[in-house]
């Protein structure tokens, strides 16, 4: 028997074999369109913030006011969609609002028509110093006279009185008795004048403290009049509920997909392209065989589709059962009933009667 030569099978493998799980003619898959996913993804991402922003836009309503977002017809240049934020007063804070704004338009009204008074009292800050009250040159002194006039008469009495009983008690002017009487006379009245120039002077720094305090009060009380009138109802402004913000939520991953399953063919085809070279291997081990192989299904076992060769002729991994010399190891190869309804001549009958292929003529 001659020896078989699988070189023809060789160069025509890939055109002739197809491997389960694989592409047909053993070509890696090509690579995906990475910038097309890549453009998917950012659409994608793009189209999730758009509904990220419109679920955070939540209509509120308090007993203040109202926040009410609206949806603009058109987008912007991007594609977004625009919205309009209107917030609204209740009817009650709405009222006290413009109310509001009329005091202070007549507020305004009454500050321009009094502009000139304000000019006047910032041009002159503070009390006129000159305008109150004076003690005059010796302080106390306009009081002292208005004091005097009341004890004068009766220092006027005393100085009599002391003379008529000097001259009683014969006492003469000029004698030592008479000068030491006056001079306790004028010692007694000038302890009157002190206390009337103290007292005098004690008035006047009075009457100057209330007149500064009158002068200061009639230049506030204007200030104060427009500061009571600032300090009536006041509006209300609403105090909208923090809005719990949407997860950041992203599109689909298509770029990772795109190479995910591009990962996953060019895996399929590695394992393809092992499992071809291992399949060669099985078939080329036959070169060392008989033209003719026992390729009888009767002999086989634990069967499994694994190719298919030219003409529609199928392979399988198999296990022969106990018989004979057949190797217990497991084998590649095709089923001898098939091979003979497509090439009747690459099939033989064995003396045994168990059919056997020769592989040379498939």
Sequence with gaps: MKLLDFKWLMPALNDYFTFYGGGKGGSAPPPPDYTGAAQATAAGNLEAARATAAANRTNQITPY?????????????YGNTLYTATQTLAPAQQKILDETNLLNQGL???ANRGLSYANTVLSTPGVNTSLLPTTGVNPGQSY????????????????AALEQQL?????????????????????????????ATVQGMGMGLNANQQAFQQAAYNQMQPINVINALRTGSQVQNPQFASTPMQAQTAGPDLLGA?????????????????????FMGGLM????????????????????????LRKGINIYSYNYIDYKDL????????????????????????????????????
């Design 65 to 77: 006011g109202n926040l009410i977002y609206t949806a603009n017809p058109g987008t912007d240049p």
């Design 108 to 110: 305004m009204n009454t």
């Design 144 to 159: 002292q006279e208005a004091m005097m006039s009341r004890l004068g008469p009766q220092i006027d009495r005393e100085n």
């Design 167 to 195: 001259a009683n008690r014969g006492i003469a002017a000029g004698t030592d008795a008479y000068n030491q009487a006056k001079m306790l006379q004028a010692q007694k009245q000038n302890d009157l004048l002190n206390s």
């Design 258 to 278: 795109a190479n995910a399953s591009y990962q996953n063919q060019l895996a399929a085809y590695n394992a393809q392209q092992a499992a071809q070279g291992g």
């Design 285 to 308: 081990s036959l070169g060392g065989a008989a033209i003719s192989r026992y390729s009888d299904i009767r002999l086989k076992k634990n069967i499994k589709k694994i190719g298919t």
């Design 327 to 362: 190797p217990k190891s497991k084998q590649i190869g095709v089923m001898a009933q098939e091979v003979e309804k497509v090439i009747p001549e690459a099939v033989v009958t064995m003396a045994d009667g168990y059919k056997a292929v020769n592989y040379a003529l498939i």
